[in-house]
């Protein structure tokens, strides 16, 4: 499987993101996550979601943080809102826990 990460850029605290994850292959079996990996640390779960659509968020990212998955169109997005500067990190689109795309940065200024 190959994931390709989209959407990552530079943003004011409070801003919005939207994170766009595409598959090569049909997905829909597949569970699904987004991780982060911020500079001088390690890296972290932000959401996942089940290919029964069960959702799991880090604490850090409740209420803010929303992912969504399209097996349609084998996407798996991440709305980010209310950005804060300690959110700045590479994302990473995960399938089953194992196969990684390439990973998109996301800078949220002060």
């Known amino acids: 499987v190959q994931l390709q990460a989209s959407g990552g850029g530079v943003v004011q605290a409070g801003g919005s993101l939207r994170l766009s994850c595409a598959a090569s292959?049909?997905?829909?079996?597949?569970?699904m996550a987004w991780y982060r990996q911020a500079p001088g640390k390690l890296r972290e779960l932000v959401a996942s979601i089940t290919n029964t659509g069960d959702t799991v968020y880090a604490a850090s990212a409740k209420g803010r943080i929303t992912i969504s998955r399209d097996n349609a169109k084998n996407t798996v997005d991440l709305q980010m809102d209310s950005l804060k500067p300690e959110d700045t990190a590479v994302y990473y689109c995960?399938?089953?826990?194992?196969?990684w795309g390439q990973g998109t940065l996301v800078t949220v200024s002060s």
């Open positions: 995960v399938a089953q826990e194992t196969y």
């Open positions: 292959m049909a997905f829909s079996g597949m569970d």
